[in-house]
């Protein structure tokens, strides 16, 4: 049984900043892609970022600049540092991570709200 546990979320004034953490446990042989996915309300969950094992990075065009993902390997952990935070972050966060031979898997979501 795979488990993905984020934490880090929280309410934050505009122009703050946010790390979001995300550890996959279980028995896990390796994890080829890690991502963070949001969803704002009445919206589609949309992705935010991903990385790969070998560190190589994509992020959406409304996060460019701003927001930073990393990973530890050794510890199945993907990050996501948020800095310069619009009100349009403002959504639940997901951690999405791709295991070799189990498949896709997703975190339980942790709230980001962004407001003065």
């Known amino acids: 049984q795979v488990q993905l546990v984020e934490s880090g979320g929280g309410l934050v004034q505009p122009g703050g900043s946010l790390r979001l953490s995300c550890a996959a446990s279980g028995t896990i042989f390796s994890i080829s892609i890690m991502g963070w996915y949001r969803q704002a309300p009445g919206k589609q969950r949309e992705l935010v970022a991903t990385?790969?094992?070998?560190?190589?990075?994509n992020y959406a065009n409304s996060v460019k600049g701003r927001f930073t993902i990393s990973r530890d390997n050794a510890r199945n952990t993907v990050y996501l540092q948020m800095n310069s935070l619009k009100p349009e972050d403002t959504a639940v966060y997901y951690c999405?991570?791709?295991?070799?031979?189990?498949?896709?898997?997703w975190g339980q979501g942790t709230q980001v709200t962004v407001s003065s």
């Open positions: 990385i790969t094992s070998g560190g190589s990075t």
């Open positions: 999405n991570a791709i295991i070799e031979r189990l498949g896709g898997y």
